[in-house]
């Protein structure tokens, strides 16, 4: 492989539109314009494309005091995945996109599936790896996250999207009055957004069903940060408890009465520090 230059700057790295398609087909939103390189590898998504202006407008609401200090590259996978294809896979193609397009070993946040994915990655390509944020992930799904996931996975091969949405809008819409709207609403907006075919979700989802890599978890070298909500109802406080045990040096916090995704502004001071150290 013939020998590939770091950027000086962030401006040199080839990834330079606001969103678009890495040379090996991985999806990007780009956000924020800090000198430090940070990639995100996204959670799961109904379709394998850059972020709409509503969820890119989330993202960067979720992360908005890095973006001073880093540039985000919010990075899905890429289309058209053939059937079978693993977590590994997937941590194969991040590290392709990192190697020819950013050059140098990158703070990566995996968020949520992204999260299952970027374990992987820290697993089989530590020397592209500085710091490692898993973010409301752990070394599996816990019981009701593959439920839920499974029954996505079971209306989208059926085409039935409003379902989808709302099986996903209860997992991670907060208790309240108005959670039967933010529901109904959220799950009208997905579907309505919905792809046209639902192959790549459903790949995602088996090879997410089927990663476990909890005995491999003392191999991960990179300094490691897990936050989570002690009340997401994807994985369990016990799950994140094992992860972060599992890697030598992990720092876990939970955040009481929080649920799926970890977020706020106590998070967010908690992820500067840490990318900061």
Not at 181 to 192: T, Y
Not at 241 to 252: D, N
Request: with cysteine; proline share 8%.
């Amino acid at each position: 492989m013939p020998e590939v230059r770091a950027p000086a700057s962030i401006q040199e790295i080839p990834l330079p539109a606001r969103s678009g398609l890495s040379r090996n087909g991985l999806p990007y939103n780009r956000i924020g314009d800090g000198p430090n390189p940070l990639v995100l590898f996204q959670g799961l998504t109904l379709e394998n494309a850059p972020m709409g202006a509503i969820e890119a407008r989330y993202t960067r609401s979720m992360y908005s005091a890095l973006t001073k200090e880093h540039t985000l590259f919010v990075v899905g996978r890429r289309q058209g995945l053939p059937a079978g294809y693993t977590i590994a896979d997937m941590a194969n193609d991040y590290a392709e996109m990192i190697e020819h397009e950013i050059a140098r070993p990158v703070d990566v946040i995996g968020l949520s599936t992204g999260g299952s994915i970027c374990q992987q990655f820290a697993l089989d390509h530590p020397d592209l790896l500085r710091r490692l944020v898993i973010h409301s992930s752990a070394h599996k799904l816990g019981p009701l996250g593959k439920s839920a996931q499974l029954r996505i996975r079971d209306r989208a091969r059926e085409g039935r999207w409003r379902e989808c949405g709302a099986i996903l809008m209860e997992m991670v819409a907060p208790p309240g009055g108005y959670r039967g709207v933010v529901v109904g609403m959220g799950s009208l907006m997905m579907a309505l957004g919905a792809p046209k075919s639902p192959s790549d979700l459903i790949v995602t989802i088996d090879a997410e069903d089927r990663f476990d890599c909890r005995d491999r978890l003392g191999e991960v070298r990179a300094p490691t940060l897990l936050v989570a909500g002690e009340r997401d109802p994807f994985y369990t406080p016990e799950l994140f408890r094992a992860t972060a045990e599992g890697i030598p040096e992990c720092r876990l916090i939970l955040y009481q009465d929080m649920g799926h995704p970890a977020k706020g502004q106590q998070f967010q001071r908690d992820l500067l520090a840490f990318l900061r150290e």
